[in-house]
T-cell receptor, first 113, second 111 residues
Framework: GAGVSQSPSNKVTEKGKDVELRCDPISGHTALYWYRQSLGQGLEFLIYFQGNSAPDKSGLPSDRFSAERTGGSVSTLTIQRTQQEDSAVYLC???????????FGPGTRLTVL | KQEVTQIPAALSVPEGENLVLNCSFTDSAIYNLQWFRQDPGKGLTSLLLIQSSQREQTSGRLNASLDKSSGRSTLYIAASQPGDSATYLCAVSGNTGKLIFGQGTTLQVKP
């Protein structure tokens, strides 16, 4: 079946612009996670959605970052007023249940000029 | 705060060798441990998931073990092939499922 998909695959933006990154999880997966992978920090957790529960936003690095998950499926990660340090690969993962095996999408490579 | 360490950071072996990648974590209160591989410019591919109550999992030429009390996991790759060249990541999860990752081991298998 279809895996996790993310769009766009690459995004180049200018400092100060807003960007939206999209994640389509595996159908039927109730848990959805966003992570960020950068050269200096490795892979770090950003935010987690589980069903209709309030999301765990404990990994978001600043209030410029936000995310939503509509209808328990597609999720959008929004970064406002982008900074150069936001440049990274943003990865989305989903799992059938909380604490289940996580399956990752191909990522969105964000470059802030 | 949970910290995950992977040793070695890089490894180069000739084709056909058996090899072991190591992962250690500081807090033994984990729910599960997952091993991934990442090819350059790609996302993560799940290799094995070990629940905290399990000691090992096997998939083909891969075998992962977990010693939760000592905070260690190993990934054993048998009869390595050039196609195994990639970065291998270990990650542990707590109660919420969010993963804490190690820095990875970059493996090169030479023909």
């Amino acid at each position: 079946g279809a895996g996790v998909s993310q769009s766009p695959s690459n995004k180049v933006t200018e400092k100060g612009k807003d960007v939206e990154l999209r994640c389509d999880p595996i159908s039927g997966h109730t848990a959805l996670y966003w992570y960020r992978q950068s050269l200096g920090q490795g892979l770090e957790f950003l935010i987690y959605f589980q069903g209709n529960s309030a999301p765990d936003k404990s990994g978001l690095p600043s209030d410029r970052f936000s995310a939503e998950r509509t209808g328990g499926s597609v999720s959008t990660l929004t970064i406002q007023r982008t900074q150069q340090e936001d440049s990274a690969v943003y990865l989305c993962a989903s799992s059938l249940v909380t604490r289940g095996e996580q399956f990752f999408g191909p990522g969105t490579r964000l470059t802030v000029l | 705060k949970q910290e995950v360490t992977q040793i070695p950071a890089a490894l180069s072996v000739p084709e056909g060798e058996n090899l072991v990648l190591n992962c250690s974590f500081t807090d033994s209160a984990i729910y599960n441990l997952q091993w991934f591989r990442q090819d350059p410019g790609k996302g993560l591919t799940s290799l094995l998931l070990i629940q905290s109550s399990q000691r090992e999992q096997t998939s083909g030429r891969l075998n992962a073990s977990l010693d939760k009390s000592s905070g260690r996991s190993t990934l054993y790759i048998a009869a390595s092939q050039p196609g195994d060249s990639a970065t291998y990541l270990c990650a542990v999860s707590g109660n919420t499922g969010k993963l804490i990752f190690g820095q990875g081991t970059t493996l090169q298998v030479k023909p």
